[in-house]
């Protein structure tokens, strides 16, 4: 096919950097476009700030010149990975423009006409991108994915909630300093230390899951109804994102052996339609005692895979286990890019 010529926003960040690296020799995208801050506008790529997610930058992004975040119109698809607050009014301006808006930020999930997207949980919610326009008369429009903590943690929640009915949920999360951008939380605050606060953390990760589980009707989502309490924490680990889930069912499954059967044959839309980003298995589950572990789990199926271990019963819900999942894989960057890659698949996105 044509490859879609497509912009980053954002492009100096950790996350935008992530998308760069994603989209080198993409089979659907070309990136055509870079932009930033006014700091950064008018500077090459390489002039404006170092590359910070390992190696040298690669040379086909270097010499191009970013771009205002503002300057609307040259390319129909951006990804977005803009802070919330600047992310607000930039990605209205480019979906008022007539631009697809694939946006790694939170400024729009809670919007109930916006889209929050992962392609193994609810493809159909695709669909409220029609009401959105609608609604908004415009021509672009605007899909968000996730949280990165609740992106690793819907994946198993969907599996067993279709399998099982979940009805409670408590959620602990153990996140690596890679989710607070570059350059993070300083070192003095980390190293030696668990910070057991993360603003705004524990309200996404006890919302977003509901929205995301919920159904599809004529005027939007009706959210799921599962009950969801967490504690979010930042620990001293670069990369990937660890959660500890309590889980109580409406049907609970006769031993652990069926919950995990569960997992392992869980695949979705994205694994049928072979997209590119997919993992071959969106789950995996280790056998090893002490697993998953960020070092060890983290790059499964490319950063895209949510590895699950320890399930065990639980004495006060039903059973508990440990997740793992890449924060900036498939938690940021790479859950836009597979979003915008089932929109290609469903023919929703022409070169």
Known sequence: MKKIPVGVLGATGMVGQRFLSLLIDHPYFEVTVVAASERSA??????????????EMPSQFAKMTVQPV????????????????????????????GALVFSNAGAHRRDPLVPLLVPEVNPDHVNLLELQRQHYGWSGGILTNPNCTTTHAVLP??????????????LVSMQAISGAGYPGVPSLDIIDNVVPLIKGEEEKVEWEPRKLLGTLGAQGVEEAQITISAHCNRVAVIDGHTECLSLAF?????????????????????????????????????ELADGPQPRRDRDAERGMATTVGRVRRCPILDYKLVLLGHNTLRGAAGGSLLNAELMVAKGLIKA
């Open 42 to 55: 008018g500077k090459t790529l390489a002039e404006a700030g170092r590359w910070m997610i390992g190696g």
């Open 157 to 170: 929640m969907r599996a067993l909630h279709d399998a099982f009915g979940l009805s409670k949920v408590l």
């Open 70 to 97: 503002d300057q609307v119109g040259d390319v129909g698809l951006v990804f977005s990975a803009l802070p919330s607050d600047a992310a607000g009014p930039t990605e209205i301006a480019w979906a008022k423009s």
């Open 250 to 286: 409406e049907r609970p499954p006769a031993d652990e052996a069926e919950l995990i059967a569960a997992l392992r044959e869980f695949k979705a839309e994205p694994q049928t339609l072979n997209l590119p980003s997919a993992p071959t298995h969106p789950i995996l589950v280790t």
